[in-house]
């Protein structure tokens, strides 16, 4: 079965940082897109980061851009999110997510995982 499987989360304090990552079995995801998305309490799921396929090209939300970088190793079929500079309002369900697009709109997702929580004190 697929599956993909997300560790590094935790708590941290604000201007801290953390680096996710999401390691992949059951298959192989080499050959999707993979993605970051977050869940706060109360609020609905929302795009963080994707990167191709290859690894060339990535996207972020205008909330993360400039703290967080994503990349990915796909010998290792893993992909990371450094996230520097954490602020409280990044506290969330982060997710990582594979897809056959490249796509900012979790409905393009088809795989999930199971969610690691970040939490950032001030």
């Known amino acids: 079965q697929a599956q993909l499987v997300e560790s590094g989360g935790g708590l941290v304090q604000a201007g801290g940082s953390l680096r996710l990552s999401c390691a992949a079995s059951g298959r192989t995801f080499r050959s999707y897109a993979l993605g970051w998305f977050r869940q706060a309490p109360g609020k609905e799921r929302e795009f963080v980061a994707t990167i191709t396929w290859s690894g060339g090209g990535t996207r972020y939300a205008d909330s993360v851009k400039g703290r967080f970088t994503i990349s990915r190793d796909s010998a290792n079929d893993t992909v990371f999110l450094q996230m520097n500079s954490l602020k409280p309002e990044d506290t969330a369900v982060y997710y990582c997510?594979?897809?056959?697009?490249?796509?900012?709109?979790?409905?393009?997702?088809?795989?999930w995982g199971q969610g690691t929580q970040v939490t950032v004190s001030s």
């Open positions: 997510a594979a897809s056959t697009q490249w796509a900012v709109a979790g409905s393009q997702y088809h795989y």
